[in-house]
């Protein structure tokens, strides 16, 4: 049975098939709907069509109508409609589909256009692909696989152009690569609204640079070398560090904020060499900001702590998580402050949603109280927020505050003021940072479950290293709600447990009621609790995340401007 | 299409087997008075034919500079992962090379590992690893028989070709484009 | 001379007996080291190689050209190899039954070492001008003492298969006894005629192999003269494929089968024991080769019409008993020492049978041929007795 279209949608036929794609798509998207796949180097999804590398040519063609009566003139041999095809190709990126479009990229006059498109490509190129950071991820390489000739048919000098420069801080050029395709001009454009490449000289000599006196230095320069087709523009950073065919590919997060912008974290035996952004076309479309892909470099940082201590003193991971219980039951309080009266958490926005779970069941245990540390700085309206929290919304989601944190933690600096609070259990937050005084945080004993150094894990009287979010999975919730998730790219340390492991020990042996300590075992108990997450499984979540229902937290000041893709509701407290 | 090869009938003295265990005989006994083929090896060395695969060494060009600019497509080509390569940039040291941009900071070969199968020097698009003529090595322990850089140049040697590609990319971005 | 001889003489039976055991002990076991080593060599040379001609004592190395000559013969490596068989560790694994397992090897020596005292190995003719036989013990029911003896032999291979508790050594065992008792029919049946010869209608009956010998030396012409294997082909070739059966020598090494049982019956064995398999098989072999050559190749008559007494008296040595004994065991010896090369020579041409073909063989082939045979020269010589 024929379904009757949708009326947003058109009928093309691609290679002889019929498919329905959307109004508006572009032959290039239409074929790949088709799953025909179209060569191409400047067409980005994300950027405006330049259509100037021409690599994408089909052969187009029309139904043909009676130019007098418009009606359709029928082909008497197939009984169908007649095509009226272009005598000349057409550029695929540029041509929206029509109804009744037809296309054919399989013809020998659409391979003739390839092979030549290659070849001019190749006359200037260098071919120095042994020495290119491109290699293995090169457009360029992989068409002339298909449509190159193997050898050169040019025997004059190749053009020399600059190479080795620097673009800006993070971006190496070599112009003698660079296809001029634009795309890195569109983006800078576009995108990060920097507009600082263009290109000078003109035919063969036409050479990509910046305007005089400018640098790509936006935080937002290192998507040019995603998108650049060729070795052209390169990182300086991942510069010569390793071949790409040698490094797995990790779905993950961005942490630096709550944009939660998706990534792909590259590593090879347990060592990660770069993040690059992983397309979501509801959060990050196919970008991520330049701050954020350096994160994996404080996995191997040398104030990551490594083992427990007990008042400073290294001992066994079991010790210190005995010494943690017996404070946090009141059993080993100070000695002179006799039994201990108060405990209190200091949870983490930059904790998983299963971590915050666990850590909202064990304040629950103690009946501590539980303030969240809050990290605002400036949003730059595209994928950096004003909250540098990752995960609050997760807090609020798994009940682990109710209201958004306060800026200081000015309301524990008087509880302890006070003397009600003599415990407090950090989950990686640094107690000075976040607010409090060094007296006040002398007269605390500090339980510090994290990762790296800092004043508070100086002083703490028993640290429990932790993992970083490159070590362990997890689920993050953004600034939409939406819950997304991330998997583990390296082992953690070794002798570090999984911070799900430490968590579910603590409640355990604070008398709590045994909850799993994978994200298989501890699902199953979150969705049963947390109404929001009524229907989600870790295994089951979608890679581009699960919207959540925000109604219940519709009403709070949250502190996130707008950004690419998002918009905040407008609420009482917004402030930028 | 199946083929069936009919057997031809023994014939009585095939049947017999007698025959054949004698002339089986006559051969072991001719070979017992023929002169031996074993060489008796540490005093005798055999000769390496050309295109020999001993131990994978690598190579300098005739002016003694360093040809291996770690591509590192040997490392992703061979089989058993012996060799292990971190890339890195040309050292300032060496200015005639600059240009080349891309030199290995380090490189082994786990001589445990190898199979001595060539793959790497049928791969090396800057023709810098080379199996030569090399063939015992043996060591006491496991990091004796891993090759590091230096001991590969060591092995290595000279390449006496006369190539020079990338003299002649430095030579074509001096002399600048013609307009 | 003669007075030690005289010494001999006089000295208690027991004693002599004694000593010529132990000297032949003496000779069993270096001979078995010795036959490996030749082994070694043999199977070197057939396959172009050089075979074993690095060990030297310093000292030897110094003697300008004998040093280097045993060196490339290899001598050293049986004192080498002997050495190293001591000084080895000998694992016993866990899972074997170590009563058995130790006294596997054992019970492989005492056939091997026991069926030599029956084996005549040499004659000399004594001040009455009687040929005597240079024999342990001269028994009238030789042969047939040799051959139970013998047969005993394969105990020790279903010893070490079974006592060695896994299934390589007790397929090898099995295999062992299956094909001993298949070959061991043919063996026995291929040697009637000649005892049905040398017992002919009138003479005294006797199953010893000196009186086999005595029906070989016949003079010039007779048939007498004539050595059984021209007489009885077929018989000696029975009796000699059998013998490698037996001696679970290649192409029937069922037992071991390293191709196919990773080493059989010896799998679990190491260092001494697993030597003491071995000189058992070359003991097994020599007493085989020397059973043939009194059987079917005139023992230590020198050629066919020219018994040893005639000999020793063209060389003018008939009354020098010493002298004439000790040819005699030269003659016999070197005979001997040819069919040990020829089992080593047909273990290194020949390729092991399959089991299957090694059985068939054995009962559909060998065993009707034997049968055969046996009838035909019943009828023939019954035949030759009438017409007398
Ligand atoms: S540098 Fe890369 S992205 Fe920019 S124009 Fe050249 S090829 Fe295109
Ligand atoms: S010879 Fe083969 S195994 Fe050895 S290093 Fe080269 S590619 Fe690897
Ligand atoms: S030896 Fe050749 S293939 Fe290997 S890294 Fe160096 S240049 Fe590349
Ligand atoms: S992709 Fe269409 S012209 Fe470049």
Redesign the pocket.
Known sequence: MIQPLPSDLITVNVDGQDIAVPKGTNM?EAARLARVEVP????HPKLTI???????LVEMGLPAVDPATKAPLMDPATGKQKINWMPRPT????TNASPGLHIRTNTAAVQDCRNSVTEFLLINHPLDCPICDQAGECKLQEHSTAYGRGYSRFVEQKNVKPKRTQLGPRVTLDDERCIL?SRCVRFSKEIAQDDVLGFIDRGSYSTLTCYPGKQLANNYSLNTVDLCPVGALTSTDFRFKMRVWFLKQTPSIDCESSVGANTEVWSREGVIYRITPRQNDAVNDTWMADSGRVLFKEVSAADRLSGATLNGAQVTQGKALQAAVDLLSGRGGRAESGAVKGVAVVSSGRSTVEEQFLTRKIADKLNATVALVSRVGVGDKILVSADRNPNIRGALVTGLIRALPEQKLTALGAAIDAGQIQVVLSMGEDLIAAGLTEAQQAKLAVIYLGTHQNATSAVASVVIPTLTVFEKAGTLVNQQFRLQKFARAVPGLAGVSDDLVTLSYLLNALGGTPLGATLGALWPVIAAEVKVLAHATYDTLPSTGLLLDSASWAGLPFVEGETLHFKPVAGPGVTS | MAYVVERKPLTLAERLYLPQIFAGLRITLKHLFAPNVTLQYPEERPVIPSGYRGVPTLVRDPQGREKCVSCQLCEFVCPPKAIRITPGSVPADQPDRLHIEKAPQAFEIDMLRCIYCGLCQEVCPEEAIFLQNQYSLSGYTRAEMVNDKARLYELGGTLPDQHYKWDKKKAAAEHGNTH | MTALYQYWLNLPLVLQMVIKGLAVIGFMFPFGGACSLIERKISAWMQGRHGPNRAIPFWIAWVPIIGPLLQRLGVFHLMADGGKMFFKEDPIPGHVNKFYFVLAPIVAMIPALTTVSVVPFGAYIDAAGQLVPLILADVDVGLLALFAVSSLGVYALILAGWASNSKYPFLGGVRASAQLISYELSMSLSILPVFLWVNAPGGSGTLSLFAVVQAQSGPWHAWSGLWFIFTMPVAALIFLVSLFAETNRLPFDMAEGEADLVGGFHTEYGSLKWGLFFVAEYSHMLIGSGVFVLLFLGGWNPLPWLPLATFAGWLGLAGNPLVVGALSIVIFLSKVLFFVFLFMWVRWTVPRFRYDQVMKLGWQKLLPLAIGNLIVYALVIAWVQVKN
């Open positions: 290039i191409h180097y400047c067409y330049s259509g100037n590398c021409r690599m994408c550029i695929a990126c540029a395709c």
